[in-house]
């Protein structure tokens, strides 16, 4: 028994410190700034390339049912989620110019480059990429978590037409449950990807991806357990409402915003220091 309650407490002495050490609280503050900053040009620039391959209704569907199923049930959640998101669509498809892209561009990938920076000090790497390249992994992880949006999209937005075309005999109820549960794991699929390619590809080293792939199920894992905690959280808040007004949803938002960057952090710690201890008692022995 003692062989296995040593690696686990040795783990978790690590896990605890490295979390103290690398103040992964205050690390999530700035990747919160930057997240709310780009994360309008970042939608933009989701709905621009979508809409090339997808038409605009399908598009705005799929994004506004992304977001419900990750932001948490706030106040006036549902409208703000369907007025902003038609608004981003009618502006993202249609008057978009070839500046304006460059200006999304830039404004998303600096978020990247953030991301990629304080990544780099949980990996604890001496020497990072060069400016250069930090901005050439940021248009890199942008391109992938476009395809991902496009590719999950796609999978969603399958037609009941398509569906009873397929599917002229047997059970057609059967399959449409099926294809409802399917498309209701695209969405924790896709988080857990953009988390997984995340932790690989923006530090300028890596670590095995069994690791990452821990770190990875952690973070969904986190992100989804803490959104029905931050539920009851805001449904327990009091005058909340009386106090900011209008403003309770983008309060809320903002701060739901920074739990997720710390649980991003953490999956990011969880991964890193798994590897670290792995290394310790490969070379013990």
Request: glycine share 6%.
């Amino acid at each position: 028994m003692n062989l296995y309650i040593k690696p686990i407490k040795q783990y978790f002495w690590c896990l605890v410190s490295s979390i103290i050490k690398h103040n992964i609280v205050a690390l999530a503050a700035v990747i919160a700034f930057f997240g709310l900053s780009a994360m309008i040009p970042l939608a933009l620039l989701l709905i621009y390339g979508a809409s090339i391959f997808i038409p605009d209704t399908s598009v705005q569907n799929f994004l506004s049912d992304i977001l419900q199923s990750y932001v948490p049930t706030l106040p006036d959640a549902k409208l703000y989620i369907a007025e902003n998101i038609s608004r981003l669509v009618a502006l993202g498809s249609k008057h978009v110019g070839i500046v304006g892209v460059i200006g999304l561009l830039w404004t998303t990938v600096g978020g990247f480059v953030s991301f990629q920076q304080i990544l780099d000090m949980i990996w604890e790497i001496p020497h990072r990429r060069s400016f250069v390249k930090q901005y050439l992994v940021g248009f890199g992880m942008l391109g992938i978590l476009m395809s991902l949006t496009v590719m999950t999209s796609l999978a969603t937005t399958v037609s009941l037409a398509l569906v009873q075309r397929i599917f002229t005999k047997g059970n057609l109820t059967f399959w449409l449950a099926l294809f409802h549960d399917i498309s209701l794991m695209s969405f924790p699929l896709l988080l857990f990807l953009t988390c997984y390619f995340c932790y690989h590809f923006l530090p300028s080293d890596t670590i095995r991806p069994s690791n990452l792939l821990v770190g990875a199920l952690v973070s969904t894992l986190g992100i989804y357990l803490s959104r029905e905690v931050f539920v009851w959280y805001s449904l327990h808040l009091g005058q909340y409402e009386m106090i900011y007004g209008s403003l309770t949803f983008i309060m809320l938002f903002t701060f739901w915003v920074y739990i997720v960057c710390i649980i991003v952090l953490f999956g990011a710690e969880v991964a890193v220091t798994l590897s670290a201890v792995r290394e310790q008692n490969t070379n013990l022995h």
